[in-house]
């Protein structure tokens, strides 16, 4: 488990990361950070060790981040468009043409407050478990999502379709698509969990609530989870970050809480937060 408790970051963290080849390929096309103030997943894509290159080349361009305080929306922004530049010139035999996912938050300060901002691109997964509800915070650029929000096809229809894993929006690939952002404002208890798909597709949304919940420390619950993935088939990568919000900044300082905190969320009803929160289910958006 790593915490960060330093009293002037934004939002006060502890977290763990775990990940597994899975059992069916031969390599680990995933790349992740998992330091603050930056936690991210890149799935890789393209095969041959390319997704591999383009997954870790992405990844090494956002470690720039670790370290800082905080980063704001413009600092990522250019991360993404620096990283994007550094996957599409991958020389040939060396990841050209291959493209990876993306997705995580970093921390941020927006006006002495706390708030994750969430970066995604792509079909792997940020979530967050707060106030005893887990939403899924990022919205799956792919073709099966792009159904179901068509009403083609429902929800149990989309975990089987043969299209699933086509994905509409990359880094590299030939995709030059702007990601999905969204602001945040931290609560004191929340849990956010970023992943590849090779979690999302082998357990269901009840069974990672359940293990979100069941687990305290977030080391284990990341450890668990991806043993799980893994024993539910395994049939892709799997990689897996849960980090929790220990303390959060606010305009009356930084309010450092105990760790079995219960989660807690704004109030939607807040015209303050409402405009930044995620909307439920596969209809979430709210980039900007």
Not at 36 to 57: K, R
Not at 172 to 196: K, M, N, T
Request: a negative charge; proline letters at 4%; hydrophobic letters at 40%.
């Amino acid at each position: 488990m790593t915490t960060d408790l330093a009293h002037e970051a934004p939002i006060a963290v502890a977290g763990g990361a775990a990940t597994d080849t899975g059992l069916r390929r031969r390599l680990n096309e995933d790349s992740y950070l998992a330091t603050a103030p930056a936690f991210l997943v890149a799935d890789g894509m393209g095969g041959h060790q390319a997704g591999e290159v383009a997954s870790a080349t992405a990844i090494d361009e956002f470690a720039r981040l670790v370290g800082r305080r905080s980063v704001s929306v413009d600092e990522l922004r250019a991360t993404f468009d620096r990283a994007r530049a550094r996957v599409n010139a991958l020389p040939p035999g060396g990841g050209a043409s291959a493209g990876t996912t993306l997705t995580g938050v970093v921390v941020s300060d927006v006006d002495g407050e706390g708030y994750w901002l969430v970066i995604n691109v792509g079909d792997s997964r940020t979530y967050r478990l707060s106030d005893g509800v887990l939403e899924q915070i990022s919205v799956d650029h792919s073709v099966v999502q792009e159904l179901v929000d068509r009403g083609e096809l429902d929800e149990a229809q989309a975990t089987r379709d043969a299209r699933r894993n086509v994905i509409t929006r990359a880094i590299g690939a030939g995709s030059d698509a702007e990601p999905d952002y969204w602001l945040i404002p931290a609560e004191v208890g929340d849990r956010i969990l970023v992943c590849s798909d090779g979690l999302s597709n082998e357990l269901s949304t009840d069974r990672i609530d359940r293990i979100l919940r069941d687990e305290a420390d977030p080391q284990a619950a990341a450890t668990r989870l991806t043993h799980e993935a893994v024993l539910h088939g395994g049939r892709d990568n799997v990689t897996v970050i849960v980090v929790d919000a220990l303390g959060v900044e606010s305009a009356r300082g930084c309010d450092v809480a105990a760790r079995n905190t219960q989660p807690a969320v704004p109030d939607p009803d807040d015209d303050d937060t409402a405009d930044t929160r995620p909307r439920a289910g596969a209809a979430a958006g709210g980039g900007f």
